[in-house]
């Protein structure tokens, strides 16, 4: 990349399942207040550009754009609305200071979750209107579908896949801001009702409240704000298709092709070897498998067997979704990659407390828009 | 600036209908497959696509985007959807230029697709969920109702006539009329049939309202190398500014646009213009109502405040005048699919700095323009500056 880039601060709100006292104007004054107050710096003075996510289906509002600025201390500022996953409002913000235009950016994601009282409907609005949508189907089925088209290709077993829900749920234990963690064994999850079959209960992820702010900045400003920049090395977004009927089902396509695009900016050959740690897309347990072998950290296959065996737990070769993932903090709508970007600056920081990772270095984020959808979007992170 | 030199190198569009038959997917690829021709590309020449489109409320569908992708050729593409509401279009042009600019990118597509019919029985219906669910929504507002109070304090603030802020519906749907895909062209509309449509809410009335229309716009924009290889006549993006105000519309005087004025200073300042009535040759600035053309090259710094109604009126703004200002026909002549309206402004601009706008062509070969759009609730202003 042409110019060098950095998380100068962080701030966030929640994660909580309800949250009947805060608006998610509240939510973002919060997360925002404390990403300025870490970055010390003052939104109507130092802030050259302001980038928020959001979908109107989630807000329940057209337009979400116009109830941004307020909250923000973004007023007569240059603010713009990315309709993506929080880590492509995190690229957003990326481009924006690789112009050489903006050198300090924020960026926000969030989730009020607990205001949607019909969550499922409101994603069967996502299916194609004329061909799928008829069908009138909870569109988890989608997950169901793939889920077991990915077994198939790959051999990877129902155990191994609740393997994932089950560490997840554990390191979430450690995670003061996880509101889903729990003692939860393999059984457990197998044993938790059907969903759409084979996926069950324990391997979707619940849903939070909560927002996230990102202060980023140029190198120099970067410098100037905090001793401890984490470096935005690469970022990488894709699509695969969006017809059902014809995109790829056993591989995640789009992950694949962030990844590359990710990896490419940051110059990293060999991934396996130059990422210490990940937080990647957990949103089903079966999608941190799909996600690990699309992002080239285990071969095609493999990721099941591994993580059976322990290889992604927190002491693990490779430490993936130290955090608890979306299935220990749940899913934040929108801001989930967010999430998964924050876990990775607390760890490159060393402020991750109890869950802690010895000798962190570099870590990559994975951000995936959920059912139906094929839209993901990648960054890769580092602390020197 | 540390990024690349940004071009528009291609464009293309389909027509503006009130009823396309076309689906949404359909809509964006004919955009997009006429503007990759226009410049003899290919998707594989494509590195990213940018895509543009206004509340998932008209289509009826959630992450509107994902859905587009594919007919925005976006498929196995990084693709990215920004949104500022009716500046969206406009606005779509400035996130093609960041893709490019940050050297990420070498040539990206840039997609607008907007289709209101099908949003029944009116799209009004959809713009009811604009407002706060709070405080404002219980009274059941209209955006009629609301850029009636607009008109009105524009009007009462300057004591304007009616017939002065017609004469832009007059002149737009005149211009429209030279415009292939327009939807409400007239070569010999007047003023008095504009004031003599029915009052929707007064002050506005029908002829001041630009029309629903379905239709997609689609640009091709890359860096300086792509672009001096690929076209004789790149179109370069000199400045961008976007700016958006508080929330509270109640609490703003919405006599004047200060947030364009925001927006424009930005990107003049981008562009080293320091004189912007000297230097900008041919204006289109964003016409939903045709007050709104005014208030917004004041807002421009185009002219004084209160000062461009009379200059409006005298001709300056015609197509042969002194600025012309919306030679397409503008939102309210070739029709305003919210997204897609404002990329036709950029690719209006792009036309006519190349010499190619045909019947429409503006004398004295301009070498600056600027395009501008607006939207969330009177709330945002977005512009960009080009040159060659």
Redo the contacts between chains.
Sequence with gaps: ???EVAIAGVGWSGFRSITPDLSYKELMYEAAARAYEEAGIDPRRDVDSFVTVG???NE???????????QLG???????????EGI?GL??G???I????FDVVVVEAHSKASNILTLPY??A??F???FNRPLAAHPYYVAGMEMLRYMAETGTTHAECASVAAKNRNNALLNPLAGYGGAVTIDDVLNSEPVSEPLTRLECAGHSDGAIVLVLADGETARALTDKPIWVNG?????????LESRAWGVA?YAR??AE?AYR?AGIRSPRNEIDFAEIDDTFAYKELQHLEALGLCPAGTAGPWTAEGGTALTGELPVNPSGGAQGEGHLLDATGLARVLEVVQQLRGEAGQRQIENAEVGLAFGW?GV????GAAVILSNR | ???NRVAVIGAGMTKFVRRAQE?AKELAWEAAHLALASCEMTLDDVDAVVIGT????F?????????L??GCG????????????GGTGV?AAI?G???V????FDTVLVVCEEKMSSCQPHPQG??L?????TTERPLKPNLLWIFALEMNAYMNRYGLDKRDIATVAVKNKRNAADHPAALLGDPDITVDDILNTEVMAWPVQRGDVSPISDGAVALVMSANHVARRATPKPVWVEGV????????WTNRDLSYP??VE??AR?AYK?AGVTEPRKQIHIAEPYDPFDYKELHHLEGLMLFDKGEAPRAAADGVTQRDGDLPVCPSGGLLGVGNPIAAAGLMKVAEIFWQLRGEAGPRQVPGNPKRGLAQAW???M??GTVIVMGV
């Design positions: 990349m042409i110019r979908e109107d289906y329940g509002v057209s337009i979400f754009d116009e109830y941004v600025p307020d973004a007023l007569h500022r240059p603010v713009q609305t990315i309709a993506g492509h690229a957003a990326v481009m924006q690789l112009t050489g235009q409101v994603l609005f996502a194609d209107p004329v970022v990488g977004w894709a699509n695969d298709t969006f017809w396509r092709d962030a695009m900016t828009r139906p959808t094929t839209g | 600036m540390n990024g689906t206004a509340p998932d409320a289509d009826g569908v959630h992450m509107k985007s994902e859905y992708s594919d976006a498929w196995g593409k990084p693709v990215m959807r920004g949104y500022v509401g606005f996130q230029w960041y893709h600019a940050s050297g990420l959809a713009f969920t604009i407002f706060d669910h500014g976007w700016n958006l105000d508080t929330a509270y200060v947030y925001e927006a930005m981008m939207g969330d609730l709330q945002v």
